[in-house]
């Protein structure tokens, strides 16, 4: 038996910090596109670079072509950004990847992306005493959205040049989204990647970068 001294469950809690007369309340209903604007804003300040933290889609021509590839993106998959060094290729294509994540998760849907630099493609492709370099352009293959930055920039191999091919190529075939970038023009860019997969960029919506470079104009 208790003694009447002893302190009633109330007390006890008290002592606890809890009280049984305070309101239940409940957590707020999970909100998923709440969350993936969320989950896809932190992904995407960690793969952009802080030079281009606020990129946007402002070109006009590149806003344009977001319109079409948005309505229909097996019409309208590649976008091919060439012009001089600093002109805004890099902005804009960093600014494509934003604008469109943030469609997907308005939409409440899963986007995965990646983005690349030609040079560092190379680096990854070229042979490698662990055997990694067999399976490095895997990812970029599969990816739903790509963006393949300075392409034909930096030492190429025939080696290499292989990859680039291959990827070009599986991404076109399957009219995946892909944003290309490059200072070269046509001619030099054929010798650098190779007739075949300048080809298959021929079918990609192109924009020229006109303009002097940006980075002397702050």
Known sequence: MHSSSSPDVRELLARRGIDLSAPVTEDPPFDPVAWRLEHYAA???????????DAQPDHAEVRA?????LADPAA??????????????????????????GVAARANRDFRWLTVTH??????ARIKPDG??????EPYMEVEFLIVDDLAAGKASEFTNEHITRLI?????????????TNLDPDTLEAAI????LSRLADATRVEMGGADRRFNR
Request: hydrophobic share 40%; proline share 4%.
């Open 43 to 53: 992904k995407l300040a960690a793969d952009i670079p802080a030079m281009f933290h």
């Open 65 to 69: 072509w977001l319109t079409k590839h």
């Open 76 to 101: 309208f998959p590649s976008l091919f950004l060439s012009g001089n060094t600093g002109t805004g290729k890099t902005h804009q294509s960093y600014g494509v990847l934003r604008h469109l994540a």
């Open 119 to 124: 040079p560092d493609l190379n680096a990854a």
């Open 132 to 137: 990694s370099h067999a399976y490095a352009v």
């Open 169 to 181: 190529d599986h991404r076109w075939s399957r009219r995946m989204a892909t944003v290309y970038t």
């Open 194 to 197: 190779g007739e075949r997969a």
